[in-house]
């Protein structure tokens, strides 16, 4: 009987259908993550591997485990697995992209309405005490409808941004590897140089997969080109923005805020120098999470190991 390792508790309703086909080890937490070595040594002779986003699924652990089928990882992103690796030895590799478009554009206009209006300033202002009166300049922000966007990385989830920035009236600008012409039209965004956009945004939206070539596209070069009013919103991975550069802009004023759903280092240590700023809004990476979206990101991870243990070709494969 095939076995498949999953290294996150999940929901049985989810998990159940495998187990009648499959033998299924699960680990215990859905909080407390799996450490390297244990992956290592505990998914040994596993067929299929069911990981989320904070494994790391290096060259070391793809070699580790001889009768590999698979790795089905829960999210859209796979930074966090060795693909060449995975190719090397015929190891297919699915992700989760489509189900969540719609529900992690949301969450980044979220971020970036609570960024502009200082939203989660606002209510710790409150429950500290702090409302002492109607006050004309307390907490003031900065205006979302009819100012410009701007969006490194266009793919579904930029796209999906750029069509709730139409009701906000704002003016679409992105960089992207490749031109979307087609959506260029009927969206009515304009392709630019990154500088330009990093020139000419109000709000600087990071949408980008994390690869080499995206390691640290934000530094302090770049940041130094965005305007003093401007906020950098990321919800893509903390990697690609160089973390102390964001803090010495912010301290700096050369930007005006910042939104963050990823960090470098997940969860983000509690002493990070971001953390003392009140200008940055921070979330636990949740672009994804809601509950029917996080269900059906399982669903596909769970039908993609079936079809690879049963011989078929599963939808959503990276190799
Ligand atoms: C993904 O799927 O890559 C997201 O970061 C999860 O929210």
Known sequence: MYKIFITRKLPEEIVQPLREKFEVIMWHSDEIPMKYEDIKKEAKDCNALWTVLSDKVDRELIESLPNLRIISNLAVGYNNIDIEAAKEKGIIVTNTPGVLTETTADLTFALLLATARRITEAEQDIRAGKWKSWTPMQLTGMDVYGSTLGIIGMGRIGEA????????????????????????????????????????????????????????????????????????????RGGIVDEQALYDALVNKSIWAAGLDVFETEPVPLDHPLLTLPNVTVLPHIGSASIYTRLAMMQINATAIEDALEERVPENRVV
């Not at 959506?183 to 980008?208: P, W």
């Not at 640290?216 to 003093?228: A, F, S, T, V, Y």
């Open 161 to 236: 941004v750029a069509r709730r920035a139409k009701g906000f009236d704002m003016k679409v600008l992105y960089h992207n590897r490749t031109r979307k012409l087609e959506s260029e039209q009927q969206y009515n965004f304009t392709y630019v140089e990154l500088e330009t956009l990093l020139k000419e945004s109000d709000f600087v939206v990071i949408l980008t997969p994390l690869t080499p070539e995206t390691r640290g596209l934000i530094g302090k070069k770049e940041l130094e080109m965005m305007k003093e009013t401007s906020a950098l919103i990321n919800v893509a």
